[in-house]
């Protein structure tokens, strides 16, 4: 599967315990998390508290964000956000 590749599949706008509800609740945008979810640098990772696969890394608006997502499809590879946040700095301190 490769996710630079996927489409991107996002809730409808008026559902308000949906996807695209939800990152703009974390103050993003969806274009933010497509560019995070679809890019090559991206670090791919599994969440701790749900494990589903994620990937870290900075939107093309210079923001380092976190998303959280689930396969939907594999062929197509469909990918659908579930969140996507800032992670708290002092949750990464040394």
Do not use: C, Q
């Amino acid at each position: 599967m490769r996710r630079t590749d996927a489409l991107v599949a996002w809730d409808d706008e008026d559902d308000l315990s949906g996807n695209l509800h939800h990152v703009r609740e974390h103050g993003l945008s969806p274009d933010e998390v497509e560019s995070v979810l679809l890019a090559d640098d991206a670090v791919e990772r599994t969440s701790r508290s749900s494990g589903r696969p994620l990937v870290a890394g900075f939107t093309f608006t210079g923001r380092w964000i976190v998303v959280v997502y689930e396969v939907v499809a594999a062929d197509p590879v469909i990918l659908r956000p579930v969140t996507a946040y800032e992670p708290d700095p002092k949750d990464h301190a040394s």
